[in-house]
């Protein structure tokens, strides 16, 4: 026995009986429709292709369709010794330029918070690399580090050998380093500029009244106020330590003999350089799980922090 259909008029007059209450509750998602598809069509699609593409073969004639090879990618990346040496230039680029990212900006940050005529203007002098686009950093930078170049101009003035900054294998990978840190120290000093402008200055007067001055009113009243602060930093200073790509480029091309090759430079030279896809694919997919895993590690540096600090306050 088949059901009568319902007439539309009835089913029309049922939603708008109900409409009252759907409402609400559609409407943030009608706002949130155009967003959701432009990031469903330039993230969410993309990454879900990637993630597919790791597991086939997808390379050289990009007009063929994928061929399913399972793991094997996997098992080449595991068996590739540029790759891991990519992985260790990239963890030595964390354990250098996120400690000196975190602290440097803040002593920055706490000089450039004084009440002193024409501060704005060295606050202005620390930010200016910052609005520089990297490709004219990293060109500017590579002429200091020519072989006759301004630093080595300086270190003959000083009866000092010339040292090859780009060329070398010890060196190259350090002088990179050092653009990035000069890049970044101005926009961490205006993240932590903004979190001292929110302490209270009565805490500083207290401060010195109890007889910590100086470096010690920083160290007993400043660092554990600026600790969301310094962990958000800490975040994005690794985040962005572990995709570092422009410098390279325009510096050293990862050489000389991967010296200075980082994972993103790699995983663009098998992409674009040998139009590799699909291995590219597994190397962005093993550094998207690096990525999570120092993020999770920072959620429970945080959070164990912060019980530690709740209970000794409620000590």
Not at 146 to 166: E, I
């Amino acid at each position: 026995m088949t059901k009568p259909n319902v007439p539309e008029s009835i089913i029309l007059k049922r939603i708008a009986e109900h409409w009252p209450r759907i409402r609400p509750f559609l409407t943030p998602y009608f706002f949130l429709l155009p967003a959701l598809i432009v990031l469903g069509l330039t993230v969410f699609y993309p990454a879900l292709r990637a993630f597919y593409l790791s597991f086939t073969q997808y390379e050289y004639d990009l007009t063929a369709p994928p061929v399913w090879i399972g793991l094997k990618n996997f098992q080449r990346l595991w068996q590739d010794p540029i790759f891991w040496q990519t992985f260790r230039n990239t963890l030595l680029y964390l354990i250098c330029v996120v400690p000196l990212l975190v602290t440097v900006p803040l002593a920055l940050a706490i000089l450039v918070n004084q009440k002193l005529r024409g501060i704005h203007w060295f606050r202005v002098a620390y930010y200016v690399p910052v609005v520089i686009s990297m490709v004219v950093a990293g060109i500017a930078w590579k002429w200091l580090y020519a072989d006759t170049g301004l630093l080595n101009q300086l270190l003959q003035l000083l009866r000092l050998p010339a040292v090859p900054w780009l060329t070398s294998p010890t060196w190259a990978i350090f002088s990179v380093m050092a653009v990035t840190i000069w890049k970044g120290l101005g926009y961490y000093m205006v993240i932590y500029l903004a979190g001292l402008q929110a302490i209270p200055a009565d805490l500083y007067e207290a401060a010195a009244i109890d007889g910590s001055d100086g470096l010690r009113k920083h160290w007993d009243i400043t660092v554990p106020l600026m600790r969301p602060y310094l962990f958000l930093v800490a975040v994005i200073s690794a985040i962005s330590a572990t995709k570092v790509f422009e410098e390279v480029y325009v510096m050293t091309r990862g050489g000389p003999n991967h010296a200075s090759e980082t994972i993103v430079y790699y995983l663009y030279n098998k992409a674009f350089g040998e139009l590799e896809i699909s291995y590219a694919c597994t190397i962005g997919l093993m550094m998207f799980l690096l990525i999570v895993v120092l993020s999770m590690v920072r959620l429970s540096v945080e959070k164990f922090t912060t019980s530690r600090t709740t209970a000794q306050n409620q000590l």
